[in-house]
C-alpha cells in the first residue's frame, strides 16, 4: 500500500511539473540573448561611479574635498588633489575606486558637495584579474573626454 502511495504521489508531481512547463513554453520570452541583442537598460539602473563632465566648463568639478573618501563604507575610493595655484581652488589628479570591493551604495555620489559624481550605464565590466577593477576615473574621463577642449 505505500509503494503504491508513493507512485501516485511520484505521478502526481510529474503532472503538475509538466502543467507549469506548458504553461510557460506558451508566454512570450523575456530571456535577452545577450551579447548578440542589445540590453535595454532601466533609466533607474546604477552602474559604476563616475566623474561627470559639465556643460559650462567642458571638465569636471571635483575639488578633492575627500568627502566622498571619508564616507565610502567600503573605503575603496582614494582621492589626490593639487592646487592650481597658490590662491586657487584644488582641484583632483587621481581619483581611483576599486570596484572589486564596492558595494555601489551610492554614499559617495550623494555626499559629493560639487555633484560631479554620477552612475555610470556601462554594465560591461569584466576583467580578467583583480586589478582590472581598480578604475583612476580620472584618466577614464580624460578618456571620454572631446579632444578639441
Known sequence: MGNLK???EGGWSLVEGMR????????PVVTVQYPREVVTLSPAFRGHI???????T??????ACGTCERMC????????????????????THYVIDFTRCSLCGIC???????????STEY??????????????M???????????
Open 109 to 119: 555620489v550623494e555626499s559629493c558637495p560639487t555633484g560631479t559624481l554620477q552612475y
Open 20 to 27: 507549469v512547463t506548458f504553461r510557460r513554453l506558451l508566454r
Open 139 to 149: 584618466q577614464r574621463f580624460e578618456a571620454r573626454r572631446p579632444q578639441s577642449l
Open 73 to 92: 563604507p567600503s573605503n575603496v575610493i582614494k582621492v589626490q588633489g593639487t592646487k592650481a595655484q597658490p590662491k586657487g581652488a584644488k582641484v583632483a
Open 124 to 137: 560591461e565590466l569584466a576583467g580578467e584579474s583583480r586589478w582590472d577593477g581598480v578604475i583612476d576615473l
Open 6 to 8: 508513493e507512485i501516485l
Open 50 to 56: 563616475e566623474l561627470k563632465s559639465f556643460a559650462d
Open 58 to 63: 567642458g571638465t569636471h568639478k571635483c575639488i
